[in-house]
C-alpha cells in the first residue's frame, strides 16, 4: 500500500469524498420533510416534502421502506445511498441513516481495490490472435454532433 493511501486510511474519513457530498445535500434537504409513520414495526412511512425543491418538479409524497430498501423517488434504489425522504424517515425513529450506506462507498473498500498487483498489458504483438465474431458499427446509427439529429422515418 502506498504512502497515499495509508494517510487517506489514517485521515478518519471513512466514507468516500462522492458519498459525504451525496449525504450533506441529502440531510440539508431532509430537513424539509415531514414524516407520517405508518407502520413502524415494518419500517414504512409516508414522506411530505413542505417547500418546493429545486429539483423541477412538484411537492412531492412519498412512501419509504426502511427494510426493503425502497422509497418512491427511485433515486435510493439507483444510487444505493439513501436519498432525503429515507434520511428523514430514519431520523423520526432516531435510526441510524449512515448504517444504509453499503460498504462499496467505504473508502476502506475502495483502497482495497488497489491492494492487489495490477500486471502490465503486453504489447499488442503479443496478443493472442482473436477468433470469435467481428462486429461491424452501424453509420446510421451515428448520433449527429450538429444540427438534427438523422431521420429515421421510412417515407413513402
Ligand atoms: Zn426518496
Known amino acids: ?8 486510511l489514517t485521515s478518519g474519513h471513512v466514507y468516500t469524498e462522492t458519498c459525504i457530498n451525496f449525504m450533506k445535500l441529502e440531510i440539508s434537504k431532509s430537513n424539509n420533510h415531514r414524516v407520517d409513520s405508518f407502520d413502524r414495526s415494518n419500517h414504512t412511512f409516508m414522506v411530505h416534502e413542505i417547500i418546493v425543491l429545486r429539483e423541477g418538479r412538484p411537492i412531492g409524497h412519498f ?24 434520511i428523514a424517515a430514519c431520523f423520526s425513529i432516531q435510526y441510524n441513516y449512515w448504517s444504509l450506506i453499503p460498504d462499496v462507498y467505504k473508502v476502506e473498500t475502495v483502497l482495497k481495490v488497489y491492494d492487489e498487483a495490477f500486471q502490465p498489458i503486453p504489447n499488442k504483438r503479443y496478443w493472442p490472435q482473436y477468433e470469435g465474431v ?21 417515407r413513402t
Open 63 to 86: 412512501s419509504v421502506n426502511i427494510s426493503n430498501k425502497w422509497c418512491d423517488c427511485g433515486k435510493y434504489e439507483a444510487k444505493h445511498m439513501p436519498c432525503s425522504h429515507v
Open 1 to 8: 500500500m502506498g504512502k497515499r493511501h495509508a494517510s487517506i
Open 134 to 154: 467481428k462486429l461491424c458499427h452501424n453509420p446510421l446509427m451515428q448520433r449527429v454532433k450538429k444540427g438534427r439529429p438523422k431521420s429515421k422515418r421510412i
